[in-house]
């Protein structure tokens, strides 16, 4: 399904547009855009590629064929989001090796013997001699697909002209070309996304985004990938500058295949799940919580949100209720629920509704969401809670405050039977109690579910009682607290709120969070929450494009 | 990985609808179905897959007065011996153990016509080297025969006297094959382990249960899965998973109703026991006259056995399908396990010999919760 | 000698270990590493360059229970530093000395932390910067392959604590296999080696190197000021690669200390304490072969990270929780599986010790060359305290500093160390850090 453009140079400049594969019901092509006041627009961001967008870049520009070896450098979460995040990180020394490493290791096999026919459309005069012509075209060809613009003359020239050096080195022509190649894949403009802005002639005196510097910002949004040929033609001809255009590529997009992807991708950085990279649970507790479980706990909840998002169109808040999932026979195991793949594969996917009193509140009582938030050898209501109400609702949990003496309340034995017991404390204590009752609650609802995501109805022999309350609504158990979600208005402005975090790689200022508060807010509830309609909302916004720079910028600006 | 995933997610299948979440259930597509199709009584369904599978051994050390059998050192040092070797050559040998033990070609040590045989398909081409057997008194399994004998064992869960296992006394004194309770048999436990992978799944269903504590009449298959079980954290069989019933008819005959009492069940009417095991450990699982007993444990794990009289010559056929890499690895004697089964054996004498063919014998289950998926056309468990 | 029931236990054990997943074994770590050859100094006589490690451990120690019982010459180890017994007289143990707040919020676990790294005491849950290691990285580590190694053994990259400025955060390397392979694989120049021929290939890389640094003024020219910073970093990494080739072109002054460890094989990471230790033994050892070799002089290496993932099989809490939850026993004075922790970290830090002392330089070993700086993030866990912060130093620091100390503060800020620290690696400073974190006052105790 995913369609790489790949490189080879008998492809026209304007590639083919049409993308092959199944997709998805159209999103309709509703052309009331949104309006955004001139003052709504915020300062351009240098971001630090991701893994996920690195990886995604090499795919579609060299195929699936290659490999990348070597290792990313952490990403960074700043304000819930690793978007974010990217938007302040640099690189390392460590972290400049491995790309180097990595871009060489790509290179060799693209300039390898029985490679390069698929990839070199050209061929040198001699092979053992520079040959600038074709070291050109080459290298203009891919370093426009990578550095999401064409080449300066004078960058094409200087990475020609390396090249050729390199190749004098050696007296092999391929190699000193896939040395230029792995410059490019090292390079900042590469590694980072620069957003260029200028004036804005169809609005004296403000700044928007170049043609370029939007394919991209669209482009990593929508699909989480550089842009592609399509949109890369559609910046040089100015489409992207007038607002049908605009429309043209997001509606392109909102109904291509890979919107699967930008959604994947969002809701993994929304959702926190990078942290299942790290996360281990005790094996002589939980001896269900393989890798191989992990996984799927993170891939269930992905599938449920794009099956209920985009497939289906749904309406976001139904994410905090429905019964709909899909399960592994490996999944099925750790819901304690009986389930067999058709044929037997044994990691084959099935689309399972889970019955009325199975206890479950959507993503909330996923594997994915109970289990990311414990510990290793145990569930925890507090992190549970806390996470409920950062991730899902934009709020802010105080840390702990500094040398909190427990020796006053402590009970020396330890060992109530259940957590609500254990956590008494929490709740009593007034030094706990102010941040504790913001988290605590809902996390005990969620006390169905251990830290690897299975069903229990006691602990330690005693019922769990799931009951509680979330800013004045009651709920009796886990489908009530989803209930609760469903009908907050916080959840669903913290959702559009992130998206537009997402989509700029930076906090919104107040101007742009006034105009979220209101008529994103109102659009995203009259299109029924639905999220493709949002991300469209955002997309085709004069505010997306508009660069009003930050109050530091125009300070050294000055300078 | 993203895009092979999102092209599973289109193939999913047609819905499937399962019922409620507790192992304890009573939805309708579980349940053994009457005639017409609706489900049977308020009775229970519940099923467990095998965890281990090995000789219902009950070792202790007073069970081998004079000491266990030699090891493969101990047997090397005495075919060395009874070839005329010197102590000091013999000494010469053991220091390139166990490689000298292939090279002194022990697996041609029987003589047949003057002539060297294979002393695994030849057996008694060997002397007897008289294996030591166990010489307990307690033991697991069940009075097949009705009479309380001397080489009797009382069952140390039931309490039952005259308990049939003469099997349990030729393993009882070699290392690798006897176990005390609770631990796994070494030998056993590792053909069982390597296998099970790609071997498919032992299960274990029981029926018509009004009450786990007691109940007059339930009903117990052990029939085989068409999955092998899936691997947890720590390397065991996950628990909770849903397996297929391979409809080999073979393996559809373990049935047996019985009754449950104080949470434990045990079977009425003996019946033929069958399943197919695999090369190595042993080939099949065939008991005569053979009875269940499970007990239902707190952890909701299950655990028990099952017994009965097994051809003794199938039993030893496994072993010495291994020949010198068992007696090697595995400190067996082959040819004299050979000599123990027929000389423990004690039941169904042959016609012409006049030597029983069969040895009594009891199998352990240790096993953990699982569904069982029953495809719409399945019949009803059979009375 | 049964070699199937060995299997048996064997294989069974690995599981274990691996959690179910498919991971090849390594090999049993003791054996793979050399003893190295004992013979004196390279034939120049000149002293080996100054090295230095940061060592990190978290959750602190009790207090009262850590400190030596007496000032000064150290005769006794107090109970939770016993581990360390065998190298008593070759470390110094700073008790006494606390982060001033001054005011600020008491970010639980965070202000410890990065006020005895870096000297100022954080306003908000931002990173400061620079941390002590950067600083001393500039002045001893700028020539030689790689600046600094950083390695953290709880299988989680972002554990470790070494910032540069904003957007940089040294990751640590989590995987001991792939930091052996960056060190001693293909592009591993071995100073000991018979013969040395400059790679062409390698001089190839040159000039795209070179293509890719000019592109350095233009692009500054089109960000703001935060992101020319951003980018200064990224050429400043790139100066690093550069520096690296160039190294790789030449030939190195032979070393007698260093030889090439055999290759380590994948191993099971994570924060369970047996699997910790195991790592971190792989990673002091790789620390250790890295400084003979010169190929860094700065290493920084986390055993268990801030607030303290540690935990054991089948158990439900972790360390930090126990430090939190645990009630104190009533006989013994402490908290008993929180303290069973603090015992594993000082063993921990035994192992380190062990690892650099196993190789010879002369009539010297790398323990002696080295000066450690042992850090953690809490004075007494259980309360989040900041007072009473323990510090470690340990080796010689080439001859500068006067070990089998113990120097028992009187309240004065923990920078006083990390003053000293930087001074006895030669760092031209009379003061460090900011506001009242910031002194003047060297340790002249353990200064030689």
Redesign the interface.
């Given at each position: 399904?995913?369609k790489s453009f790949e490189l080879k140079g008998t492809l026209a400049a304007v590639a083919v547009v049409a993308l092959a594969g199944?997709s998805q019901s159209e999103v309709a092509v509703v052309s009331t855009g949104i309006e955004s006041p001139s003052e709504v627009g915020g300062?351009?961001v240098?971001s630090r590629l991701t893994e996920d967008q690195y990886r995604n870049i090499i795919e579609d520009v060299f195929g699936s064929s290659v490999t990348l070896g070597g290792?990313f450098?952490?990403d960074?979460r700043v304000d819930h989001l690793i978007r974010v995040g990217a938007g302040?990180?640099?690189?390392?020394?460590?972290?400049?090796?491995q790309y180097?490493k990595m871009a060489?290791s790509l290179a060799d096999q693209i300039v390898a013997e029985e490679n390069r026919a698929q990839y070199i459309a050209c061929a040198p005069a001699d092979a053992t001699k520079p040959d600038s012509a074709c070291a050109s075209q080459v290298l203009s060809r891919v370093g426009e697909l990578l550095f999401r613009r064409p080449l300066t003359d004078?960058?094409l020239n200087?990475?020609v002209?390396?090249?050729a050096?390199?190749?004098q080195?050696?007296d092999d022509f391929y190699?000193?070309l896939g040395?230029?190649l792995?410059?490019l894949l090292?390079?900042?403009?590469f590694?980072?996304r620069?957003e260029?802005s200028e004036p804005d002639p169809n609005n004296p005196g403000q700044m928007r985004l170049d043609a370029y510097s939007k394919a991209s910002r669209l482009s990593f949004f929508l699909w989480n990938t550089a842009p592609d040929p399509a949109l890369l033609a559609a910046a040089e001809n100015g489409e992207l500058h007038t607002q049908a255009g605009v429309q043209r590529q997001v509606n392109r997009m909102l109904n291509s295949?890979l919107l699967?992807?930008g959604v994947?991708a969002f809701f993994t950085d929304m959702l926190e799940f990078d942290r299942f990279d790290?996360l281990?649970?005790?094996?002589?507790?939980?001896?269900?919580?393989?890798?191989?479980a992990a996984d799927d706990a993170r891939?269930q909840t992905l599938?449920t949100i794009?099956?209920h998002l985009i497939d289906k169109n749904g309406d976001y808040r139904d994410l905090f209720t429905t019964r709909d999932t899909?399960l592994t026979?490996?999944l099925?195991?750790?819901?304690?629920?009986?389930?067999?793949?058709?044929d037997?594969l044994?990691d084959?996917?099935?689309?399972?509704?889970?019955?009325q009193?199975?206890?479950q509140a959507g993503i909330l009582t996923h594997a994915s969401f109970v289990a990311l938030h414990s510990?290793?050898?145990?569930s925890s209501p507090t992190l549970r809670g806390k996470a409920l109400r950062e991730v899902l609702m934009c709020q802010i949990v105080p840390?702990?405050?500094?040398?909190?003496?427990?020796?006053d309340f402590?009970?020396?034995d330890?060992s109530g039977p259940t957590v609500r017991i254990r956590l008494t404390a929490h709740s009593t204590e007034p030094m706990c109690a102010g941040c504790h009752k913001i988290t605590d609650p809902m996390g005990l609802a969620l006390e169905n579910f251990d830290t690897a995501g299975g069903?229990r109805t006691t602990e330690n022999g005693v019922p769990i009682d799931t009951s509680g309350e979330l800013d004045g609504a009651k709920f009796a158990d886990a489908s009530g607290l989803g209930q609760v979600l469903h009908d907050s208005p916080a959840v669903t402005n913290c959702l559009v709120n992130r998206v537009y975090a997402y989509a700029t790689g930076r906090k919104a200022t107040k101007a742009e969070e006034e105009w979220l508060r209101s008529s994103v807010k109102d659009r995203f509830a009259a299109d029924g929450y639905n999220v493709p309609q949002l991300l469209k909302a955002i997309a085709t916004s004069e505010a997306f494009y508009r660069v009003v720079p930050s109050e530091?910028?125009m300070a050294?600006?000055q300078h | 990985m993203k895009v092979l995933n999102s092209v599973f997610s289109k193939l999913a299948a047609t819905p499937v609808r399962y019922g409620a979440r507790t192992i304890l259930l009573a939805a309708a597509s579980f349940v053994a179905l009457s005639a017409d199709g609706s489900p049977a009584s308020a009775a229970e369904t519940r099923a467990y897959a095998v965890k281990w599978f090995h000789y219902a051994n009950y070792s202790q050390d007073s069970d081998c007065p004079d000491g266990l059998n030699p090891n493969a050192e101990g047997l090397f040092k005495r075919i060395l011996e009874e070839r005329g070797h010197t102590p000091a050559e013999i000494e010469k040998k053991m220091e390139d153990f166990p490689y000298s033990m292939y090279e002194a070609g022990i697996g041609q040590r029987g003589e047949i016509d003057g002539k060297p045989a294979n002393p695994y398909l030849n057996p008694t081409s060997t002397k007897d080297p008289m294996l030591k057997l166990g010489q307990g008194k307690t033991g697991y399994g069940f009075n097949l025969d009705g009479k309380v004998s001397e080489n009797d064992f009382v069952d140390p869960e039931s309490g039952e006297a005259g308990v049939d296992n003469q099997f349990f006394r030729v393993v009882g004194c070699v290392s690798q094959l006897r176990s005390a309770p609770g631990e796994l048999p070494t030998f056993p436990e590792i053909q069982w382990d390597m296998m099970r992978d790609h071997t498919p799944a032992w299960l274990i269903e029981f029926s018509d249960v009004d009450s786990f504590e007691n109940d007059d009449d339930v009903g117990v298959r052990v029939i085989r899965a068409k999955q092998p079980i899936r691997r947890n954290a720590n390397g065991l069989p996950q628990s909770d998973m849903t397996y297929a019933v391979d409809p080999d008819p073979r393996m559809a005959n373990n049935v047996a109703r019985g009754k449950i009492v104080n949470g434990v069940f045990t079977s009425d009417t003996p019946f033929d026991f069958f399943m197919v095991g695999e090369a190595f450990g042993q080939a099949e699982y065939a008991l005569r006259e053979a009875r269940y007993r499970f007990s239902f444990n707190e952890d909701g794990n299950l655990t028990g056995i099952v017994g009965g009289y097994h051809k003794w010559r199938t039993i030893y056929t496994s072993w010495a399908l291994g020949g010198a890499t068992f007696e090697i690895n595995a400190s067996f004697d082959i040819p004299g396990l050979y000599y123990a089964l027929r000389k423990a054996a004690d039941a169904y004498p042959d016609p012409e010999t006049g030597e029983n063919d069969y040895i009594s014998a009891a199998y352990w289950f240790d096993a953990i919760p699982a569904f069982i998926e029953h495809p719409a056309a399945q019949t009803a468990l059979a009375e | 000698m049964s070699t199937v029931s060995n299997l048996a236990s064997r294989r069974r054990v690995l599981k274990g270990v691996m959690g179910g997943a498919a991971v090849t074994v390594g090999l049993p770590f003791l054996d793979c590493f050399l003893n190295t050859n004992g013979t004196a100094l390279a034939a120049t006589g000149k002293k080996l360059p100054d090295i230095y490690s940061t060592w990190y451990w978290g959750l602190g120690l009790n207090p009262g229970r850590w400190e030596p019982p007496t000032d000064g010459p150290i005769t006794e180890l107090g109970p939770e530093t016993k581990p360390l017994e065998q190298f008593k007289d070759r470390i110094n143990l700073y008790s006494g000395l606390k982060v001033h707040l001054d005011g600020r919020p008491a970010i639980t676990h965070f202000t410890g932390n990065m006020s005895v790294l870096t000297g100022t005491t954080p306003r908000s849950s931002a990173v400061v910067t620079p941390t002590i290691d950067t600083l001393i990285a500039d002045h001893i580590s700028s020539t030689v392959r790689y600046k600094s190694l950083e390695m953290t053994s709880t299988g989680n990259p972002k554990h470790m604590y070494s910032f540069r400025s904003g957007g940089v955060f040294q990751p640590g390397e989590a995987d001991p296999s792939a930091m052996y392979a960056r060190l001693f694989g293909p592009e591993f120049v071995d100073p000991n080696a018979a013969d040395f021929t400059p790679d062409p290939a390698v001089m190839a890389r040159q000039s795209v190197l070179s293509a890719v640094r000019d592109q350095r003024k233009s692009l500054e020219k089109s960000v703001g000021a935060a992101d020319r910073a951003r980018l200064d970093e990224y050429f400043t990494s790139l100066r690093q690669i550069e520096q690296q080739v160039e190294l790789q072109l030449q030939k190195p002054a032979p070393l007698e200390a260093c030889t090439i460890p055999g290759a380590i094989g994948e191993q099971p990471v994570g924060t369970e304490v047996e699997q910790l230790t195991a790592t971190h033994k792989l990673n002091a050892q790789l620390a250790a072969y890295a400084l003979a070799c010169d190929q860094t002089r700065v290493v920084n290496l986390v055993y268990n990270d801030m607030t303290s993932s540690l935990r054991r099989e089948g158990s439900q809490m972790v360390h930090h929780i126990y430090t939190h939850e645990e009630a104190i026993d009533e006989e013994l004075g402490y908290q008993p599986n929180a303290t069973f922790f603090v015992t594993r970290c000082m063993m921990g830090l035994a192992d380190y010790l062990a690892a650099l002392d196993s190789i010879r330089e002369g009539d010297k070993t790398l323990l002696d060359r080295i000066l450690i700086y042992g850090i953690t993030d809490t004075g007494y866990a259980k309360v989040h305290s900041v007072e009473n912060m323990p510090q470690i130093t340990a080796g010689g620091a080439n001859g500068r500093i006067k070990t089998g100390i113990h120097y028992a503060g009187k309240g004065d800020p923990t920078t006083r160390v990390g003053l000293t620290v930087q001074q006895a690696l030669g760092l031209p400073i009379n003061s460090w850090g900011t506001d009242s974190m910031a002194t003047s006052k060297t340790i002249t105790e353990v200064l030689a």
């Open positions: 399904m995913k199944c300062p351009v240098m290792r450098e952490p960074n302040q990180a640099s690189v390392t020394a460590a972290g400049l090796e180097d060489r004078t960058e200087e990475f002209t390396a090249s050096t390199a190749t080195r050696v190699h000193g040395l230029g792995a410059g090292s390079s900042p403009q590694l980072f620069h260029i295949p699967e992807e994947r790290t281990a649970k005790d094996a002589t507790i939980y001896p269900k919580f393989t890798f191989a891939e599938k794009v099956d899909f026979p490996l099925g195991s750790m819901y304690r629920v009986p389930l067999l793949a058709p037997g044994p084959a996917w099935v689309s399972y509704e889970f019955d009193d199975d206890g510990h290793p050898g145990r840390d702990p405050p500094g040398d909190v003496d427990f020796t402590e009970d020396p330890h069903y530091a910028a050294s600006a | - | -």
